[in-house]
C-alpha cells in the first residue's frame, strides 16, 4: 500500500465509539465527508456550501476558516471608567488568563471592545485599548440554529439565536464539555440524542 495514498481510518464517532472504514484513499478520511463508516473527504472552504466539518461557508457570520466568529474582550478598570480590546474566543482558562488576566484584565466572552476612541488613560503594560467597557457584538440578520454533540454519548442539545453573544457562549460551552473537540453542527438536536444537519 502507498502510504502517501491509502491510509487505514478509524476515528472516534464523538459518541464513545469507534468508526472504521477499512482503507480511504487520501484525502479521504474515515466519516470525513459527514458519513459515518464511509470514507469521504472533508468539505473544502469557500466554495459556499456547507460541508461536513465546516460551520458555516460564506455567510457574513463565517469566519475564514469556515467556522462561526466568536468575539471575546479583555475589560480594564481605568481611571476614567475602563477602557477593553477584543481577543481571542479562548476555551481554556489558562489561555484566558493568559490573554488578559496576566495584565490585570478581566476576560468576557461572548462581549466586544466598543468601536470609538482610543483609550485616554491605558495601563502601561497593554496597548490597543479602546475607551469604554465590553459591549454586546450586533445580532445577525437572522438566527441561526447550533447543535452540540456530547462526546459522552448519543446526547445533544441545540440553540436558535441571532445573538452573537448567544452563539460565542453556545460555543465556548459546547468546546469547553467536549474538550479538546469542538463538535458543533448547523442544525437541530434530534429525538435519538444526535445533531441533525441542516445548514
Same mark, same amino acid.
Given at each position: 500500500m502507498d502510504a502517501s495514498k491509502s491510509i487505514w481510518s478509524s476515528q472516534a464517532n464523538g459518541c464513545g465509539g469507534t468508526l472504521d472504514c477499512g482503507t480511504c484513499t487520501l484525502p479521504q478520511t474515515?466519516?470525513?465527508?459527514?458519513?459515518?463508516?464511509?470514507?469521504?473527504?472533508?468539505?473544502?472552504?469557500?466554495?459556499?456550501?456547507?460541508?461536513?466539518?465546516?460551520?458555516?461557508?460564506?455567510?457574513?457570520? #463565517?469566519?475564514?476558516?469556515? @467556522?462561526?466568529?466568536?468575539? =471575546?474582550?479583555? +475589560? !480594564?478598570?481605568?481611571?476614567?471608567?475602563?477602557?477593553?480590546?477584543?481577543v481571542p474566543a479562548f476555551t481554556l482558562f489558562a489561555n484566558q488568563y493568559g490573554v488578559c488576566g496576566t495584565y490585570g484584565g478581566t476576560f468576557e466572552m461572548g462581549l466586544t471592545a466598543p468601536a470609538g476612541s482610543a483609550c485616554t488613560d491605558p495601563p502601561s503594560n497593554v496597548s490597543g485599548l479602546m475607551e469604554g467597557a465590553c459591549v454586546e457584538p450586533p445580532p445577525l440578520a437572522a438566527p441561526i440554529n447550533?447543535?452540540?454533540?456530547?462526546?459522552?454519548?448519543?446526547? #445533544?442539545?441545540?440553540?436558535? @439565536?441571532?445573538?452573537?453573544? =448567544?452563539?460565542? +457562549? !453556545?460555543?465556548?460551552?459546547?468546546?469547553?464539555?467536549?474538550?479538546?473537540?469542538?463538535?458543533?453542527?448547523?442544525?437541530?438536536?434530534?429525538?435519538?440524542?444526535?445533531?441533525?444537519?441542516?445548514?
Open positions: 474515515c466519516g470525513g465527508g459527514g458519513t459515518p463508516n464511509v470514507c469521504g473527504a472533508p468539505g473544502v472552504c469557500g466554495n459556499g456550501i456547507v460541508e461536513y466539518p465546516e460551520w458555516c461557508d460564506g455567510e457574513s457570520f #463565517c469566519a475564514s476558516n469556515c @467556522t462561526i466568529v466568536r468575539y =471575546a474582550c479583555c +475589560q !480594564f478598570a481605568t481611571g476614567s471608567g475602563g477602557c477593553s480590546k477584543d447550533l447543535c452540540c454533540q456530547s462526546r459522552l454519548g448519543p446526547v #445533544c442539545g441545540d440553540v436558535s @439565536t441571532a445573538s452573537n453573544s =448567544a452563539i460565542t +457562549q !453556545f460555543i465556548w460551552s459546547c468546546a469547553y464539555s467536549n474538550y479538546p473537540d469542538i463538535p458543533i453542527v448547523r442544525g437541530t438536536c434530534g429525538g435519538d440524542g444526535l445533531c441533525v444537519f441542516a445548514p
